[in-house]
């Protein structure tokens, strides 16, 4: 396809500096390829991947670097359910629901993180710091209940034990 609009310089322009550098270069290596757009859900995770999240401003870059429509691009984004269209915490926090852990207790333990953060699951902290998310299952039902903090699995958690837990990380940030 041949862009030739007024300004499409400057669109250009600014599109590519919503993304880094290597994103732009995979999206033109994409657009040299027949049908670009099918490329389009592997362009949004290399994106997702480097902000940790899709914001409107990536997107509408991708969509005109790649020459799609924005409501292509936000189709996608929101029709599947590993694209954040939000910002996440620099510590993700997941409790686990599944049935031994939530057998053992991990309603109180999302309670508690609830409670003390002031979010709901899915949601981040003002200070960005914690998101809290359900999983369905970690599989460590010999610890349960069981709550994950970023890459790290804690077993047989009480809520008495949440604060330090969260005193922990907020000592790192």
């Not at 300004?7 to 994409?30: D, G």
């Not at 954040?84 to 991990?106: D, F, H, M, P, W």
């Amino acid at each position: 396809m041949n862009i030739d609009t007024d300004n499409w310089k400057e669109v250009a322009s600014a599109s590519r500096s919503a993304l880094t550098p290597a994103i732009v270069k995979y999206i033109e290596e994409c657009r040299k390829g027949p049908e670009p757009e099918s490329r389009l859900i592997g362009i949004l995770h290399k994106v997702q991947e480097h902000f940790g999240y899709l914001g409107s401003e990536q997107m509408d870059a991708v969509a005109q670097l790649l020459q799609v429509p924005s409501a292509r691009v936000t189709g996608v984004a929101t029709f599947y359910h590993f694209f954040r269209l939000e910002k996440r915490g620099k510590y993700i926090i997941n409790v686990c629901q599944g049935t031994a852990c939530y057998v053992k207790g991990s309603d109180r333990l999302a309670a508690k993180l609830k409670q003390e953060l002031g979010i709901e699951f899915g949601e981040t902290t003002k200070d960005g710091v914690f998101t809290l998310e359900e999983a369905r299952c970690l599989g460590t039902c010999g610890l349960a209940p069981v709550i994950m903090i970023g890459d790290e699995i804690y077993g047989q958690v009480t809520p008495d034990q949440i604060p330090a837990l969260l005193e922990k990380y907020m000592e790192k940030k």
